[in-house]
């Protein structure tokens, strides 16, 4: 038996901005239908660690009747290692044919997170968003928020992408890369001019404590809240946002209520109740229609079923190009 193996590098030439939300739809479409089976994770701390960026371990598994496939992610969770320079999450997709548990695949996690993360956002933007936004603020200047970037301009045509970061810095790469792909980006000097009069707003940060507000945002805004990792001890959206909010749309509520600070936070404050929580299936399965404005929340902390959609048309891609490595793991 051989095993296809994927780097981090392998992913950036496969992928495709476009193939992977229509992947992500169609896993959303797939839980809708409970043609998939996401279970929520449970994460596994370090004995003796403590406080809030103590390092995790998130197993994330999804299984998909129609792919015929299921996948199992080790996602380590070290925001520590920021403070050492070492990414803060690394993470391995191993990809398993469902009806022999053959290994088909196996992904290095940082960039095919990193693209199907973005992907999701683009795709909940387009269902969401009014359908004619001229300005989006991307708060958060790191890969991720660049990759955002390229994946919004492919649902909606945007006049200006702000960029704010606390360091400025970044800010300023992050945005001369966008501009030299062409696309519109421009540094944002405070918060608040990167949010006055922005359409669309996708907070990408690591914060421990919320920093968006209702008094930031205007009445017609979709907000994507993605920057938090899987652990309710980060937040980046204040409860009276939620509260606002015309629709909280999220990748499965069952996995929001354990995992995404953002929402138990709303739900704490009672601002928001579980039963408000919008599978993000239901609404790529609704028909298609114009967005009736107000304020719209897509909060994301990623699951597996996602992965598993990504790991498939990467692996379909690598097979169509004779990429990636053929491993033998099993005489």
């Known amino acids: 038996m051989t095993t296809l193996t994927l780097t981090s590098a392998d992913v950036e030439v496969l992928a495709d901005a476009d193939e992977m939300r229509r992947a992500m739809a169609a896993a959303h479409r797939a839980l809708h239908a ?4 996401q279970p929520r994770p449970h994460p596994l701390p370090f004995v003796g ?14 299984l998909s009747e129609e792919l015929g496939l299921f996948a199992v992610k080790v996602l380590a969770d070290a925001p520590r290692n920021r403070a050492v320079g070492l990414p803060a999450q690394r993470s391995t997709v191993a990809v398993f044919d469902a009806a022999t548990a053959e290994c088909v695949a196996m992904i290095d996690g940082r960039a095919l997170t990193r693209l199907r993360t973005a992907a999701v956002t683009a795709l909940a933007t387009d269902v969401l968003a009014r359908t004619d936004p001229q300005v989006a603020t ?15 301009v492919r649902v909606r045509d945007l006049a200006q992408i702000r960029v704010w970061s606390r360091s400025a810095a970044r800010a300023e790469a992050c945005v001369q890369q966008l501009r030299a ?9 405070t918060t608040e001019s990167a949010l006055e009069g922005a359409d669309v707003v996708c907070t990408l940060t690591p914060a421990q404590e919320p920093f968006l507000s209702r008094a930031l945002l205007g009445s017609d805004v979709h907000v994507n809240a993605v920057g938090s990792p899987p652990r309710p001890m980060f937040s980046e959206v204040h409860a009276d946002v939620f509260a606002a909010a015309r629709a909280v749309v999220v990748d499965d509520p069952a996995v929001a209520l354990a995992e995404s600070g953002n929402v138990r936070d709303a739900c704490a404050a009672g601002a928001l109740v579980p039963e408000q929580l919008i599978p993000l299936g239901d609404v790529v399965a609704a028909e298609p229609g114009a967005a009736p404005g107000g304020l719209t929340i897509f909060n994301s902390v990623g699951i597996g079923i996602q992965d598993l959609y990504a790991a498939h048309v990467l692996c379909a891609r690598a097979s169509a190009v004779g990429a990636g490595t053929m491993v033998a793991i099993r005489a």
């Open 34 to 37: 409970h043609r998939a089976v």
């Open 49 to 62: 660690a403590a406080g809030p960026d103590a390092p995790t371990v998130v197993p994330m598994s999804a």
């Open 138 to 152: 991307l708060i958060g200047a790191g890969p991720l928020a660049a990759e955002h970037a390229r994946a919004l």
């Open 181 to 189: 792909e062409g696309i519109p980006a421009l540094v944002a000097v």
